[in-house]
């Protein structure tokens, strides 16, 4: 278990990572800007789609939409920005 933690990880600091280069790169489109800030906003919100006071349940939508949420904007980059995200990102 512990290696899928580290796993799963380890893919969300490298999408937060390639995805924080893409928001602020010159050529980011303006959707990109404001689905990052929404998704930031879900994140520190206490307003989820499950309440955080269910056991386990409550954490679980977080760990699994927001990765989710990342690499899903990721796939949406214009070419030339996903490319040079993703050899930033590689740093």
Known sequence: MWKRLTLLWSVVRGDARQLWFAVRHPDAPGWL??????????VVSPIDI????????????DIVLVPL????????????????AAARGRR
Request: hydrophobic share 60%; proline share 11%.
């Open 33 to 42: 800007k404001a689905a990052s800030v929404l998704l930031v906003v879900y």
């Open 50 to 61: 499950i309440p955080d006071f269910i056991p386990f349940i409550g954490v679980l939508d």
């Open 69 to 84: 949420a990342m690499r899903w904007l990721l796939k949406r980059l214009p070419p030339e920005l996903a490319r040079a």
